[in-house]
């Protein structure tokens, strides 16, 4: 029965998202124009391939998965939001899979936006609170937040991105080191802004929204950068300081990797 109040509350809540979207305050008299979405990942400005080596200040390293939740995407036209997507999974493990779908990137699909000139980007690293209070068996399996391997009973939280890896420490061809950053729970949740753009959605035209994500820029620490041998660990334990540190820490430098290509 909990179940049941729980799905007519998300149902009311995209109800009541749809409605938003419905009466934003665009000019475009009901002309619609699309957003292409787009996800690129790149180390150190060179498109990410999955498990290909890299070089990570002198030691090799391969990235094994790197997947993140994106919610409440959305266009700002004077301080005026319009939703686009609530939430949604960007699995550049599956995409990334060679040099020429790595230039090709993440295609999160087509959205259908009122058409009108947008000022800004609204996006969020992670899942919502209010989807962060449900559950995975609560969706359909093919719903963004229904994959059960995406959330962290322990910690009632999904797990908000999945960074792994491995490496070379000792440089003599065998990968020995395990990296692994798994962020959830609402604390670590970032919002990000993009401002001063201006982005012109033509009515029955199409615009492409390219988000670009460095992944050595997750690593950046005080200057320089990760020390992955000793901290190439967290679970955001939170009854595990010198975890929550780590995992604050990937959370922000996530946000700050993120980048709007218009
Ligand atoms: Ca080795």
């Known amino acids: 029965m ?9 149902f009311a809540f995209v109800l009541s998202l749809l409605s938003m979207v419905g009466c934003d305050n665009t000019d475009s008299n009901g002309a619609l ?3 292409n979405v787009n996800f690129k990942a790149y180390y150190e400005g060179n498109p990410l391939v999955m498990n290909q080596t890299y070089d990570y200040n002198g030691i090799d390293i391969q ?6 939740f994106v919610s409440e995407i959305s266009l700002i036209q004077a301080g005026a939001e319009t939703e686009i997507e609530d ?4 699995d550049i493990t599956s995409s990334n899979t060679n040099e020429t779908a790595a230039i090709a990137g ?13 000022d800004g980007v609204k996006i969020g690293l992670g899942v919502t609170s209010d989807n962060n209070s449900l559950l995975p068996a609560e969706f359909s399996s093919t719903h963004p937040l229904g994959d059960e391997s995406d959330y962290w009973p322990v910690w009632n939280s999904y797990i908000f991105s999945k960074l792994e890896g491995r490496y070379d420490a000792d440089g003599d061809g065998m990968f020995e080191g395990s990296l692994v950053y798994h962020i959830g729970t609402d604390g670590l949740y970032q919002m990000k802004m993009f401002e001063d753009l201006s982005l012109r959605m033509d009515e029955n035209q199409s615009l492409d929204f390219e988000f670009h994500i460095d992944i050595k820029d997750i690593f950046r620490e005080n200057g320089s950068f990760i020390n992955i041998e000793t901290d190439g660990f967290t679970h955001t334990d939170p009854s595990n300081p010198e975890q929550m540190e780590l995992s604050t820490l990937v959370a922000t ?6 980048s709007f290509n218009e």
């Open 106 to 118: 993440f295609n999160m699909g087509s959205r259908t936006v009122p058409a009108g000139v947008y």
């Open 253 to 258: 430098n996530w946000k700050s990797a993120l």
């Open 33 to 35: 124009s699309r957003a």
């Open 63 to 68: 990235f094994s998965k790197v997947r993140f």
């Open 87 to 90: 939430v949604e999974m960007i």
């Open 2 to 10: 909990k179940t049941n109040v729980r799905t007519i509350l998300a």
